[in-house]
Nanobody, 124 residues
């Protein structure tokens, strides 16, 4: 089992920045990828970005590329999502997730473990 806890959400004005953290515990050695997803009210949960746990190779969704950066610190068992130039459409609950397989990194169904989510609200 892997446990995930997100932190760092909050209210920010458009154009501002936030950094989310996701702390992993338990069988972290089994993690292959860790991802960020978000869900706006009335919408499906969507892929935001992913980082391969051991190599650190990261990829962001096209909708956030150039504004959001995904990284991880293996020593702290923590993944980060640095969000800059935030827009009102970035508002939603942000979830971190971990998977222990090599299935498609952008597919939320591929992820085995999920955090409880943290709210991000961007005001215009």
């Amino acid at each position: 089992q892997v446990q995930l806890v997100e932190s760092g959400g909050g209210l920010v004005q458009a154009g501002g920045s936030l950094r989310l953290s996701c702390a992993a515990s338990g069988r972290t050695f089994s993690i292959y990828d860790m991802g960020w997803f978000r869900q706006a009210p009335g919408k499906e949960r969507e892929f935001v970005g992913v980082v391969t746990w051991y190599s650190g190779y990261a990829r962001a969704a096209d909708s956030v590329k150039g504004r959001f950066t995904i990284s991880r610190d293996n020593a702290k068992n923590t993944m980060y999502l640095q969000m800059n130039s935030l827009k009102p459409e970035d508002t939603g609950v942000y979830y971190c997730a971990a998977k222990t397989n090599t299935r498609l990194r952008t597919d939320r169904a591929a992820y085995d473990y999920w955090g409880q989510g943290t709210q991000v609200t961007v005001s215009s």
